[in-house]
């Protein structure tokens, strides 16, 4: 498959061709389920789309019954930059039902299989986004990333995909899961493609209250795998992981430090509140930022009510998957009065201190190295129990509640051939280092797709 950098290169002429060849790659690996449809708008470099990402005209639903029939109105600010940039939305990419998953299990339109197994799961939610890039029938994707939605299926499919810092690419048009934490990156299939994409997605908004107002800085062209870099590695961190992924995390301390860089070890305080701060406000945003799917102005309206309180009941009732009912009640309930103090506002209270230990570490290391996921890519239906689904984005979350960059890149393969992928945790707006830190990696340790 065509890079990303080859592909922005290739004279327009050839652009017809490269889009057929695609759809024909991805209409003989329907199996995997990784596109919803084949939808095209314009004839730049194809990139495939989560469909939680508005393009004007296509029906986008985040993958719910509930927005079936809704047309966007509008592009989102990264599509539109895209496009200045040659490339053009093709295909729409499956995913757990409006991002809330780690498996695309939830999904309206059924499950994308890995395509490294396809008893397994392809990760989530932007599962499709990874599935079709790991599998050669997409050249590059746009995931949302939540707390891992974008690492973590990537490190699942064998690929590399990024979270940009909190702030720097517009949010302006992605279908709101938790305002606070959602971030849009690039997913392709090497470290200077998610630089390249990631370039031509970033930078201010004004549309976006929460978009960083500050100069920036392209990277892709300023790449530098030479630089030497210290590295914090998280002790206490890679014990409850897997065989699998603690023999990766050995494969990829081993060839930072033959490649130059300087390791060094510290704790942290463990990975278990992030994950009860987590799940408390990212339902709670949701539980507000679902509120607006009610039939009366976006997507399905459910038939038969009687009156308006009933036209609400049903509709979400009908429209809404288990998963994301069960967001929308953790979340009323963590913000209901008499609980707010003891749920809510103590999270908020942990995600500071979370952040403040981020920079603690950071004092003494330009980068922080640490698994993505305990396991690697699990079985259709393992994590059948919500609680110990959410267990398993313990090394993702604390990333976006801290609003910290990160890249998640492949390492090895397991013994059953499974891709093992790492991710670089950087500073905030420090998006070159983790790039240059990445790019040297990936050199290092040569993963053979
Ligand atoms: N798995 C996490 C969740 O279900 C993260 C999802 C995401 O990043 N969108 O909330």
Known sequence: MITLKEALKLPKEEMAA?????????????ELNAYIAFDEAGEGVPLLIKD??????????????????????????????????????????NMDEFAMGSSTESSFYGKTLNPHDPERVPGGSSGGSAAAVGAGVAIAALGSDTGGSIRQPAAFCGIVGMKPTYGRVSRWGLAAYSSSLDQIGPMTRNVEDAAILYDII??????????????????????????????????????????????????AIKALEEAGHRVVRKEMMGAKYDIAAYYIIATAEASANLSRYDG?????????????????????????????????????????????????????RVRHLIKDEFEEVFKDADLILSPVAPTTAFRFGE???????YLSDVYTVGVNLAGLPAISLPVQKSDEGLPVGLQLIGKHFDEQTVFDGALSLERAVAYEK
Request: hydrophobic share 35%.
């Open 18 to 30: 490269l889009r057929e060849d695609i759809r024909r790659r991805a209409e003989e690996r329907s």
């Open 52 to 93: 939680n990402i508005q393009v004007k005209g296509w029906n986008v639903t985040s993958a719910s019954a509930i927005l079936q029939g809704y047309v966007a109105p509008y592009n989102a600010t990264v599509i539109e930059k895209i496009e200045a940039a040659g490339l053009s939305p093709f295909g729409r990419a």
């Open 202 to 251: 970033s930078g201010h908004d004004s549309r976006d209250s929460t978009s960083a107002d500050m100069e920036y800085t392209p990277v892709a062209l300023n790449l530098n795998a030479d630089r030497k870099l210290t590295v914090a590695v998280i002790e206490n961190y890679i014990k409850d992981a897997s065989k699998e992924v603690q023999s990766a995390y050995e494969t």
């Open 296 to 348: 009366i102005r976006y997507g399905n309206r459910a038939e038969g009510a009687e009156n308006l309180k009933e036209l609400y009941l049903k509709t979400r009732s009908e429209g809404f998957g288990e998963e994301v009912k069960r967001r929308i009640l953790l979340g009323s309930f963590v913000l209901s009065s008499g609980y707010y103090d003891a749920y809510y506002l103590k999270a908020q």
């Open 383 to 389: 994590m059948a129990d919500p609680l110990q689904m």
